[in-house]
């Protein structure tokens, strides 16, 4: 009897639930668990992954097809058990789970459209080495280039300075060695505030901190910890040297970012302690580059994987030491089928790996602070105090800055220095309005407010990307008279570029309208900001993450309360992750004169006033306390569930036949509830709160199942969400 291989072919139809049996032919004998294969499936050619082997099978041996090749790389085996888990875990299938984990640039057809690129390299021979101990006859040319191979070691030919006629006349006396290898494509290297191979003494906190850590690495027992230090504690240097003590052993390194354009620096660090050594998984790179990276880590050259949610998946053997730094950050959380959530997976690749767990921030989450054992960093390693917060009142301004935020602004100009702003919103204002009806500019496709980008010319929404023009005249009525409401990072930005810009102070901006000036146009910005001697930087919630200028002694939040408006039980974590990170840019340099100002329309929120008072603890008990009488995460699972159609009826018909579907002891459904329209489509959804996390996906994948094969689940669109954010 020929060995089997039992095979999920690759394919996002929920419907199509594998794994199908195939008759492995001699050639094929070896395909193993991970292995690609091309395999004949109902009248077409699909790539599948072999999930397991078998010895025998229910389908008559008759009608056992064949597959018909291998497809290089393989997918380590323990990445198809990840894909197993995530396709569960996330109530999605086991096929979309393992088109997560496949090599980049397979998957998207039946061949891999990413080859191996090999160069010529020369490479010295020892009879190379000994002519140029003995003195053999050899020309002044000849002996310079084995002088430099012997130096330099291989070389790619063409930049070996010889040409090729003389390299293979070398060659064919046995003096080196000339053939075509493999080459990897490198990423670049971004060096912004890159810092030296060495590392420095640690200071005491640091040195307690790494202690437990090393003591569980050298334990070899899963175990989690959360490191949470302020800004600006040195937590990046605990990461390097746990790293360094896991390398030593033997074992790898997976290290997750929330957004590589806004970690250069702890990207950086990485490289310039570790070298090869580290590999950067991200989607800006070309695919050649990716796959290379790729290669290099399944077959060991590269021990340390740096990247972010999606470098979760990255083909690391012996896995010893998993970072998730700024673990506070949504970015985690992936936004398609699978939506999987990197933090959760990476935990659970760890606990299967038995390696240590370390996630970090200074301001970690409720769950994390729940679930992990904390260790501190209190101090900066600058030895400077956090700057000292103040909150500013905005029931009654009249203007987008108070009057407060424009003086201390007008004192950074003045001494040379520079200021960070986070306006929690891009484009010009937040909506236009008509003074005589009141009519709103919405978006034709979405139920909400069109926001107003005064460059382009156009009123965009931030949902579907629809734009039309900046009206003239109301639509309704004809009125001229049209009200612009709120400010964003183009306003802001416009404003101080009138009242403070100049050549010696310029003001930057730094959002998702700048980063479609595209690749690398976020690190051009960062790069700009930290070359200058003074200026501003305003920008969305991205100029608040990890970054590390020096010279910053003003830090600005425009509209504190924004997120606290969103209905939803993160709404405080949010705010105060947000002033608290912002506070920790501002005085780390310079003679550390810091200051922050919060402008907020709701000054007593606690979040807003236990981030002023730096008070994290008090923040996070009370936080856990308010979660535990609601029952929300950790103490509870949350699963969303969201159907969408044409008509507004079918969306909510199928959302309350899953809440009729659903048992779970304990759990709690909310809705269905109507939601904004998007993208044309009427939507539903259904919150289901379940105190038995594995029970409650059960049960709302089964629910979702069924509901989508029955009549009003054929005219609706369902989606499970566990965990959303
Ligand atoms: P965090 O990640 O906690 O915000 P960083 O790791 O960025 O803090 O450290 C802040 C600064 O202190 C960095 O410039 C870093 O190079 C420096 N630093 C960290 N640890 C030490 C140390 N033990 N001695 C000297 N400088 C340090
Ligand atoms: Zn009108
Ligand atoms: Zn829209």
């Not at 032919?25 to 050619?45: C, I, K, Q, S, Y």
């Not at 790729?294 to 740096?306: P, Y």
């Not at 200026?535 to 924004?562: E, S």
Request: proline share 6%; aromatic share 4%; net charge positive.
């Amino acid at each position: 009897m020929p060995p089997i291989a039992r095979v999920e072919p690759l394919t996002t139809t929920r419907a199509l639930r594998g794994p199908f049996d195939y008759r492995l032919t001699e050639a094929l004998a070896d395909a193993d668990v991970g292995t690609l294969l091309r395999v004949p499936f109902a009248g077409r050619e699909l790539l599948g992954v072999v999930v397991e082997r078998a010895t025998s099978s229910d389908v008559p041996d008759a009608r056992l097809a064949e597959p018909h090749a291998r497809v290089e790389p393989a997918i380590p085996a323990e990445l198809v058990a990840l894909a197993r888990w995530i396709g569960e875990e996330y109530c999605s299938t086991f096929s979309r789970a393992l088109q997560l984990v496949l090599p980049p640039g397979a998957g998207r057809g039946v061949a891999p459209r990413v080859r191996v690129r090999e160069v010529l390299v020369a490479e010295i021979s020892e009879g190379g080495r000994a002519a140029l101990a003995d003195g053999a006859r050899l020309t002044a040319g000849q002996r310079a280039v084995l002088a430099r191979l012997a130096d330099e070691g291989p070389l790619a030919a063409a930049a070996s300075g010889a040409d090729h006629g003389s390299l293979r006349r070398l060659s064919s006396r046995g003096l080196l060695v000339l053939e075509p290898r493999a080459q990897r494509r490198r990423p670049a290297v971004h060096a912004v505030g890159a810092r030296s191979a060495h590392a420095p003494a640690l200071t005491a906190e640091q040195q307690a901190a790494l202690e437990p850590i090393l003591a569980a690495l050298a334990g070899g027992e899963a175990s989690r910890f959360l490191l949470h230090g302020v800004t600006g504690s040195g937590k990046t240097e605990v990461y390097l040297q746990a790293a360094e003590a896991a390398l030593n052993a033997g074992r790898s390194v997976l290290v997750l970012v929330p957004e590589i354009a806004l970690a250069p620096q702890t990207v950086a660090r990485f490289q310039a302690r570790f070298g090869d050594t580290v590999a950067v998984l991200h989607s800006q790179l070309g695919q050649g580059e990716r796959y290379d990276e790729w290669l290099r880590l399944a077959g060991g050259e590269a021990r340390i994987a740096v990247g972010p949610r999606s470098a979760v998946f990255a083909p690391l053997a012996d896995l010893g030491l998993v970072i998730v730094d700024e673990e506070h950050e949504p970015a985690y959380k992936h936004e398609g089928d699978p939506r999987y959530d990197a933090r959760r997976v990476a935990a659970y690749r760890a606990q299967q790996a038995r390696a240590v767990l370390l996630n970090g921030s200074a301001t970690p989450r409720p769950e994390s602070v729940h679930a992990l054992s904390r260790i501190r960093l209190t101090r900066r390693v600058d030895g400077r105090p956090l700057p000292p917060v103040e909150v500013l009142d905005m029931r009654d301004a009249r203007h987008p800055l108070h009057p407060t935020t424009r003086e201390a602004l007008g004192d950074v100009q003045r001494a040379g220095r520079k200021a960070i702003l986070l306006v929690n919103r891009r484009g010009w204002s937040n909506f236009l309005s008509c003074r005589h009806c009141g009519h709103v500019w919405s978006c034709p496709q979405c139920d909400v407010a069109l926001v107003l980008h005064q460059r382009d010319g156009a009123l965009a929404c931030h949902h579907c990307g629809h734009r039309e023009r900046i009206p003239q005249s109301c639509t309704e009525c004809h009125s001229s008279s049209v009200a612009r409401h709120g400010a964003g990072t183009e306003r802001i930005e416009t404003e101080l570029l009138e009242a403070l810009g100049d050549p010696d102070f310029p003001i930057l901006r730094l959002d998702a309208d700048t980063a479609r000036g595209g690749k690398g146009a976020i690190a051009r910005v960062l790069e700009r900001f930290d070359r200058a001697r003074a200026g501003v930087l305003v920008g969305t919630q991205m100029v608040a993450k990890g970054h590390d200028f020096p010279d910053v002694t003003l830090g600005v939040v425009l509209d504190a309360d924004q997120t606290l408006r969103f209905p939803d039980f993160r709404a405080e974590e949010r705010t105060f992750a947000l002033v608290a990170q912002l506070a920790g840019r501002a005085g780390r340099g310079g003679d550390g004169h810091g200051r922050v100002l919060v402008q907020t329309l709701t000054p007593d929120a606690p979040s807003i006033a236990a981030a002023a008072r730096h008070d994290a603890d008090g923040f996070l008990a009370g936080e856990l306390e308010r979660r535990r009488a609601l029952a929300y995460p950790p103490f509870a699972s949350l699963i969303r569930v969201t159907c969408s159609a044409d008509d507004a009826g079918d969306a909510s018909a199928a959302a309350q036949a899953v809440r009729e579907r659903i048992s779970v002891p304990g759990a709690m459904a909310l809705g269905p509830a109507p939601l904004f329209r998007l993208r044309g489509r009427e939507r539903s959804q259904l919150v289901v709160k379940a105190p038995q996390r594995r029970a409650a996906i059960a049960s709302v994948a089964a629910a979702v199942d069924a509901v989508a094969r029955s009549a009003v689940g054929r005219r609706v669109q369902l989606s499970a969400d566990v965990d959303p954010q």
